[in-house]
């Protein structure tokens, strides 16, 4: 069984903030060390091939305030010549007037699809200023990843993660493809899946969830299996393999746990 990988991060050490750099160290201090060995293209492919992964997207981060700045340019060139990788730009409307100019741009470089960051950029994601990029994600059929949820990482704010702000977005927008990053983690799980039953691209991602409380967070997600998109948040996660096998483990129907980690991004990827 082939995954997809709707959620990495990749970035240069000098790329973060300091506290970054202690919060890996104090709870990942193995991985910490080998993380510039294994953050070389040809070496970070194979070792997604070497645990399963068909199809990985590969994520900017455009947070000055919270974790740091790993440039679009940086995930473009990463990306170059691998065919298992697929570039995502960010957009932070803090720092630009024209989002939707902005995203074409990196469009064009061959990124394919947008990530936005609420919490970490401090703007609501239905705010009328994204919806010029919204208006060009669904014209070109590209995906638009949203964090939901809570974050630990310093400076973030909350209030701008909720779920609730994307109904107004799939409803003003219905043949847009939208994911909820990590489920609407902590607070709302309920409200996150609800919305996704009702809006018919928009999807629930599972990144940075233990997979095997996701029953415990979804307990009817049997019965919407075709919304659920499997992501890890690497490097959040101490094995990728580990991650995926206890997807595969949840007492779901085989199909079911295909389509999470794979079935359902292929059809969102137009593989």
């Known amino acids: 069984m082939h995954?997809?990988?709707?959620?990495?991060?990749?970035g240069l050490k000098e790329h973060w903030h300091n506290w970054v750099h202690d919060y890996q160290k104090s709870s990942r201090s193995e991985f910490y060390e080998r993380y510039e060995?294994?953050?070389?293209?040809?070496?970070?492919?194979?070792?997604?091939?070497d645990n399963d992964i068909a199809k990985a997207i590969i994520l900017p981060d455009l947070c000055p305030i919270t974790t740091g700045v790993v440039p679009n340019?940086?995930?473009?060139?990463?990306?170059e010549g691998q065919d298992i990788f697929v570039p995502f730009c960010a957009v932070n409307p803090s720092l630009v007037t024209h989002p939707d100019q902005e995203a074409r741009r990196f469009i064009q470089m061959?990124?394919?699809?947008?990530?936005?960051?609420?919490?970490?950029?401090?703007?609501?994601?239905?705010?009328?200023?994204?919806?010029?990029l919204y208006s060009l994600a669904q014209e070109e059929q590209l995906p638009v990843l949203v964090h939901t949820g809570s974050s630990v990482f310093k400076g973030s704010k909350i209030k701008y993660a909720d779920p609730?702000?994307?109904?107004?977005?799939?409803?003003?927008?219905?043949?847009l493809i939208l994911l909820m990053a990590h489920g609407g983690r902590g607070i709302w799980y309920e409200r996150a899946f609800f919305l996704s039953r009702i809006h018919p691209h928009l999807y629930v991602e599972i990144s940075g969830l233990p997979p095997k409380k996701l029953l415990n967070y979804f307990p009817d997600m049997e019965n919407n299996i075709e919304k659920f998109v499997y992501g890890s948040d690497w490097p959040a996660v101490q094995?990728?393999?580990?991650?995926?096998?206890?997807?595969?483990?949840?007492?779901?129907?085989?199909?079911?746990?295909?389509?999470?980690?794979?079935?359902?991004?292929?059809?969102?990827?137009?593989?």
């Open 164 to 175: 609730i702000h994307l109904d107004e977005v799939a409803t003003d927008f219905p043949d």
């Open 3 to 10: 995954v997809i990988d709707f959620h990495i991060h990749i």
């Open 37 to 49: 060995e294994l953050i070389v293209p040809k070496k970070f492919a194979q070792y997604l091939k």
């Open 239 to 271: 094995t990728i393999s580990s991650n995926i096998d206890e997807v595969r483990m949840l007492p779901l129907k085989e199909d079911s746990k295909k389509k999470i980690l794979y079935g359902n991004a292929a059809k969102i990827l137009g593989l």
């Open 73 to 79: 340019e940086y995930v473009m060139e990463f990306c």
């Open 110 to 132: 061959g990124a394919k699809g947008v990530k936005l960051y609420p919490s970490y950029n401090h703007f609501y994601p239905n705010d009328k200023q994204l919806y010029p």
